[in-house]
């Protein structure tokens, strides 16, 4: 059971559009959801994250919206670049039990952006 | 400069035998992570070490192996019985903020 739901599964836009990838979340014992950004042939790195204490984050053109009524987060990604051409993972996670520090991903998004 | 090292990048191996993928890292984290990325699929969780002499399945651990007998090692063996074992594996590890996880740069496996 896919405990984090992710889409679109690719998106192309326009460079200067703002694409938007969206996930869910069922589990309300989450309380850390960051995104990851992963190039052809390379590890994810982190490239933000949010706790459900806040319903925005912003780090330089990149933004998080959290949703927590919803159970919902998404990425923004303000005047796209080429560069910014990669894959995009949500995941979601909790600070006690067991599992500390277990991530659970959305199946990722294939972001292209046009020049 | 401190980070996660996986050798080999490419590896290639004939159906039937065991082989074992290598995760180093000198960031002197405790906790250590094991997944296997095909496309579509995101990232699955094989195997998960939060200290060392210890570890736990994860979502898809039938058919590979780990030991955790140094901080700094974290060993995956891919056995005959994984029956798709064609795949990009990636190391992952953490440190005092449990979430933040960080990545090796993967080894792909190739079985033929």
């Known amino acids: 059971q896919q405990q984090v739901k992710q889409s679109p599964q690719s998106l192309i836009v326009q460079k200067g559009g703002i694409p938007i990838i969206n996930c869910a979340y069922e589990?309300?014992?989450?309380?850390?959801f960051p995104w990851y950004q992963q190039f052809p042939g390379k590890g994810p790195a982190l490239l933000i994250a949010?706790?459900?204490?806040?319903s925005e984050k912003k780090e330089g053109r990149f933004t998080i919206s959290f949703n927590k009524s919803a159970k919902q987060f998404s990425l923004h990604i303000m005047d796209s670049q080429p560069g910014d051409s990669a894959t995009y993972f949500c995941a979601a996670s909790r600070g006690r039990g067991s599992t500390l520090g277990r991530l659970y991903f959305g199946r990722g998004t294939q972001l292209t952006v046009w020049p | 400069d401190g980070g996660i090292t996986q050798s080999p990048k490419y590896l290639f191996r004939k159906e039937g035998q065991n082989v074992t993928l290598s995760c180093e890292q000198n960031?002197?984290?405790?906790?250590m992570y094991w997944y296997r990325q095909d496309p579509g699929q995101g990232l699955r969780l094989i195997y998960y070490s939060q200290i060392v002499n210890d570890f736990q399945k994860g979502d898809i651990a039938e058919g590979y192996s780990v030991s955790r007998e140094k901080k700094e090692s974290f060993p995956l063996t891919v056995t005959s019985a994984q029956k798709n074992p064609t795949a990009f594996y990636l190391c992952a590890s953490h440190g005092t903020s449990p979430s933040e996880q960080y990545f090796g740069p993967g080894t792909r496996l190739t079985v033929t």
């Open positions: 589990n309300t014992a989450f309380d850390y």
């Open positions: 960031l002197n984290h405790d906790a």
């Open positions: 949010i706790r459900p204490d806040v």
